[in-house]
């Protein structure tokens, strides 16, 4: 079965600091891994995707992630974040099969200090 | 284009009354999936569907019941509402071939 862990309950930055979100999963096979963002009272938006190739993945808002297969992880990462940055992040992955289901961490929320 | 779209956005229900939680999507996606999100978790799945007429069970179906009678629609039913169904539920779709999520606004349902 597929999981997710995202080790960090919630991590509190600077504005202008650089961040990183971890995410390890479990898979059997070549994941699809995916990262959401949900603002308060949102629903869930896609940052980026992995599915196959180059393994550092860009995406929308100035975020990137690193695939790493021997460490499971797929970690995210922003060089300076801003304050609307702040939010709730969740990690995903989801199956390589017809259904497609994704299975989704516990979600990381962010803090951005002023 | 409205995307995924979710009607109510809050809910409050008695013990033992029934509602319909509505979502739409107008991409033409076959893939559709109902997950509840409950505070400080992650998203549960609790059905989807592959396709019009098509739906299975995901991870925490017991109480909930769906039907997809055309590609737009996958309404989600509650029977018998229980106070361990507040939550958070949220419609998502994707596309053939992109393993993505596309996801509504969600519905706050509070059972009291």
């Known amino acids: 079965a597929q999981s997710v862990t995202q080790p960090d309950i919630h991590i509190t930055v600077s504005e202008g600091a650089s961040l990183e979100l971890r995410c390890n999963y479990s898979y059997g096979a070549t994941p699809y891994l995916f990262w959401y963002v949900q603002s308060p009272g949102q629903g869930l938006q896609l940052l980026l995707k992995?599915?196959?190739?180059?393994?550092l993945v860009q995406g929308i808002k100035g975020f990137e992630a690193e695939f790493k297969r021997s460490q499971s992880s797929f970690n995210l990462r922003k060089p300076s974040v801003h304050w609307s940055d702040a939010a709730e992040y969740f990690c995903?992955?989801?199956?390589?099969?017809?259904?497609?289901?994704?299975?989704f961490g516990d979600g990381t929320t962010l803090t951005v200090k002023p | 284009n409205a995307g995924v779209t979710q009607t109510p956005k809050f809910r409050i229900l008695k013990i033992g009354q029934s509602m319909t939680l509505q979502c739409t999507q107008d991409?033409?996606?076959?893939?559709m999936y109902w997950y509840r999100q409950d505070p400080g978790m992650g998203l549960k799945l609790i059905y989807y569907s592959v396709g019009a007429g098509i739906t299975d069970k995901g991870e925490v179906p017991n109480g909930y019941n769906v039907s997809r009678s055309t590609t737009e629609d996958f309404p989600l039913r509650l029977e018998l509402a229980a106070p361990s169904q507040t939550s958070v539920y949220f419609c998502a779709s994707r596309r053939e071939g992109d393993y993505g999520y596309t996801f509504g606004s969600g519905t706050r349902l509070t059972v009291v």
């Open positions: 991409m033409n996606h076959n893939y």
């Open positions: 992995y599915f196959s190739g180059d393994t």
């Open positions: 995903a992955v989801g199956a390589q099969d017809n259904a497609g289901k994704s299975t």
